[in-house]
């Protein structure tokens, strides 16, 4: 079982930055791939970035590309966001989740995805 925390979420304007973090519990967390997700008000939850086990893989929505950068630290059991160029856009709650498979690609489908955070709200103002 893991357990995911995310904090940094907040309020920033428009071109600002933020950084997300997701705190994970259990001593799996350094195995699994990792993902972001976003969901706006009165929409799907979305993909936004995933990263490997081993941090050697990433990938990003093509919305977010060269603005956001997920990166994780398995000695601290973290994942990270950073968030630059903010948009009224990516206004929406993020969670992280944890991806179990082994050995398989990186996925953008928030159905193989088992560990779930709560979400930390994130608000840019234009």
Do not use: H
Not at 60 to 80: A, L
Not at 82 to 103: F, S
Request: proline content about 2%; overall charge neutral.
């Amino acid at each position: 079982q893991v357990q995911l925390v995310e904090s940094g979420g907040g309020l920033v304007q428009a071109g600002g930055s933020l950084r997300l973090s997701c705190a994970a519990s259990g001593r799996s967390f350094s195995s699994y791939a990792m993902g972001w997700f976003r969901q706006a008000p009165g929409k799907e939850r979305d993909f936004v970035a995933a990263i490997s086990w081993s941090g050697g893989s990433t990938y990003y929505t093509d919305s977010v590309r060269g603005r956001f950068t997920i990166s994780r630290d398995n000695d601290k059991n973290t994942v990270y966001l950073q968030m630059n160029g903010l948009k009224p856009e990516d206004t929406a709650v993020y969670y992280c989740a944890a991806d179990r498979r082994l050995g398989v690609p990186l996925s953008l489908v928030t159905d193989t995805y088992d560990y779930w955070g709560q979400g930390t709200l994130v608000t840019v103002s234009s």
